[in-house]
């Protein structure tokens, strides 16, 4: 093994060497702080035997911490560029596979299975932020066997996603997350990490406990939180009411008294619970 990869001076050797420009429009920027490498992988709980599903390598710093850790990792990197670096510095991981494929337009159920049958799935990533909602969404469409999801995003984005009623940084992405997993900011990580330095802080999220019993409910459940958040400043029988649902008000205040939510409250006033039990009440509809 050479000199660590988060080391800056080890970054700037390879990117001389092979001529690699960090392209922002990829969201890439690497970490740098072997603390927060090794504190992700900690965080994750990587051992032995874990497979692990990594979004982004970029030169590969935390796919090799995983690595050490005993884990098997599949990653998907989209920037074919970074293939020759890759070949250097993880050729020797025997455990270790990047894709190289934009993670969006690869079908992760299919890949998953054919190397790993149905293992459960750990997911640690350093995420490209300019797509991180829709990886997130991606990676539930896709149906894996998740036992958890350990991801770096934007430090206002994490405390958005883990933030709880009643607060004002919870919304329609909170509801969304947290009807599916417990969600928590494991880690706040300074924009001082990474190179090249982005802009903003970021934070590990992490969803654990996946709820699996969903049945049909869930995309009812998202379109009834969709409907409720479009007008924030509303009552929820007024947002709910005025959505568009095809169904008569009545039926909304029936559900809302049902689920013993008063007409009067405010969306971000009531509970991910709230929300689960109001989309079981709620009239079956499409919208
Ligand atoms: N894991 C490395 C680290 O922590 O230093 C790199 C993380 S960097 C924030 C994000 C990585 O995701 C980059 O290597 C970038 O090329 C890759 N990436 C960006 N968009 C992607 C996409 N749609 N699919 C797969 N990888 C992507």
């Known amino acids: 093994m050479n000199k660590r990869l988060y080391s800056p001076a080890r970054i700037r050797e390879i990117q001389e060497k092979w001529g690699f420009r960090f392209q922002k429009s990829l969201g890439q920027n690497f970490l740098i702080d072997g603390n927060i490498v090794r504190a992700i992988a900690d965080s994750a709980e990587v051992g032995e035997g874990d497979v692990i599903l990594e979004i982004g390598a970029g030169i590969g710093t935390l796919t090799e ?27 020797a991981y025997e455990d270790v596979e990047i894709f190289y494929k934009d993670v969006l337009k690869t079908d992760l159920k299919k890949e998953l299975t054919s190397r790993f049958g149905d293992h459960k799935i750990k997911v640690v990533a350093n995420l490209p932020y300019y797509v991180t909602t829709p990886i997130l969404v991606h990676l539930f469409d896709s149906d894996l066997p998740l036992e958890s999801v350990h991801v ?124 689960r039990i109001l989309a079981k009440n709620f009239p079956k509809v499409e919208k």
């Open 65 to 91: 911490e995983l690595a050490l850790r005993g884990a098997k990792v599949f990653c998907v990197e989209i920037d074919e560029h970074l293939k020759p670096i890759l070949d250097e510095t993880l050729g």
């Open 152 to 275: 770096m995003v934007q430090k206002e984005m994490a405390s958005r996603m883990a933030a709880k009623a009643g607060t004002k940084a919870y919304g329609s992405i909170s509801v969304f997350l947290q009807m599916r997993a417990e969600v928590s900011v494991a880690l706040a990580v300074p924009r001082t990490c990474f190179m090249p330095q982005p802009n903003v802080d970021s934070a590990v999220l992490a969803l654990t406990n996946f709820k699996t019993d969903h049945g049909e409910n869930l995309k009812r459940a998202e379109a009834v939180v969709r409907a409720a958040f479009s007008k924030r400043r509303k009552t929820v029988a007024n947002a709910l009411s005025t959505y568009g649902f095809a169904i008569e008000k009545d039926q909304i205040l029936q559900a809302l008294a049902e689920t013993g939510i008063e007409p009067n409250r405010r969306a971000e006033a009531i509970t991910v619970e709230e929300y």
